[in-house]
């Protein structure tokens, strides 16, 4: 790379190399004053001497190098994946967005190997997380004017083993089947608050409660219930109402007898610890404690998204959520804008 400066009187006629950047008092304005390939005129002038501009810099290319915002387009286009697309480059940045509602995935490692290399910087939202529709969730980055190429081909060997670095996973619109148990609420003792609380979660994430069952602390009726929803097709099976430690609670039991394949039970996760999740066969089974009626924000929230995107979870999934997953119980919600399973 070759530097030139050029006094700001002789720049007119000039083509500017980069942006140049204005920044007001208060933080009350950060943008582009100038865009690169700008041609300097006369009237340009005042208001490069008024953000303290004497000079420009003129900038000559070597064969082996890119300017800034050519190396951070280039950049994003090797770690954008599915469901995303790129914003123009400016200042070198380059903005990363998703096109649908869905789970975030991010290759953690990969992201870690492209960021140690000089010059370059990927910034991201967490993981596994719910985005929405035109949110953004990365920010490409190139720190100099100018980037060599080799520093942009050790991206490509990197993306190449395994492909682009961040993705977006849609969420799938899923019939679910609820089953509601308690003695207390099949007999009509109380009035049922679950089936309310779930409909109104499930809807919020474009999937349908379509069958709602009532069943006493009676293990065979709610495997009866349980392999009818399964044969019925549905994509999700909830059961709610129990998942206590009490003796009388039938839950896993039921899962058990009904040959469904524990995931785990009891979750590093508060609320939520004593969440369940299952398979039979491929259908997901989950259990859902008592806490998923009296708070906003559980476990739930955290699974049922990546449930809804067609994730299979494992033990370790759980597990993971351990790290972040002591809910803060703020008076005002701000999920998921906050720390709760961003571990």
Do not use: W
């Not at 409909?199 to 006493?216: D, N, R």
């Amino acid at each position: 790379m070759k530097t030139t400066i050029v006094k700001l009187e002789d720049s007119v006629g000039k083509v500017l190399f980069h942006d140049v950047t204005r920044i007001t008092k208060a933080g009350k304005f950060k943008g582009t004053l100038f865009k690169r390939g700008h041609l300097i005129q006369k009237k340009d002038l005042p208001k490069l001497r008024k953000i303290g501009r004497e000079h420009i810099y003129v900038l000559e290319l070597g064969p082996d190098e890119l300017q800034e915002e050519d190396g951070a387009a280039k950049l994003a286009s090797l770690i954008t994946g599915t469901n995303l697309r790129k914003a123009k480059p400016t200042e070198g940045n380059v903005a990363i967005i998703s096109d649908t509602d869905g789970i975030l995935k991010i290759d953690v490692d990969r992201l870690h190997q492209i960021n140690e290399i000089d010059g370059l910087g990927i910034a991201t939202q967490h993981k596994d997380r719910l985005i929405n529709s035109d949110e953004k969730v990365a920010v490409a980055k190139v720190f100099p004017l100018t980037i060599k190429k080799e520093q942009i081909n050790r991206v490509t060997q990197i993306c190449e083993n395994g492909g682009p670095i961040i993705n977006v996973i849609s969420l799938k619109k899923m019939d679910i089947g609820l089953i509601i148990t308690g003695n207390e609420v099949y007999h009509g003792l109380i009035k049922d608050e679950f089936g309310p609380v779930m409909k109104k979660k499930i809807k919020k994430l474009g999937s349908t409660v379509t069958k709602i069952i009532f069943a006493p602390d009676d293990p065979k009726q709610i495997v009866d219930e349980m392999l009818k929803l399964q044969n019925e097709g549905v994509d999700l099976i909830i059961a709610t109402g129990g998942m206590a430690v009490d003796p009388d609670d039938v839950t896993l039991r039921s899962a058990l007898e009904a040959k469904a394949n524990i995931i785990i039970y009891g979750a590093p996760v508060q609320p939520g610890f004593m969440f369940m999740i299952s398979y039979l066969n491929d259908t997901p089974l989950l259990g859902i404690p008592a806490c998923a009626m009296f708070y906003d924000t559980t476990i739930l929230d955290l699974v049922l998204p990546r449930i809804l995107a067609g994730e299979k979870l494992t033990r370790k999934d759980i597990i993971s959520l351990a790290h972040g997953g002591l809910c803060l119980k703020c008076k005002k919600c701000t999920f998921p804008v906050c720390p709760f399973g961003r571990g």
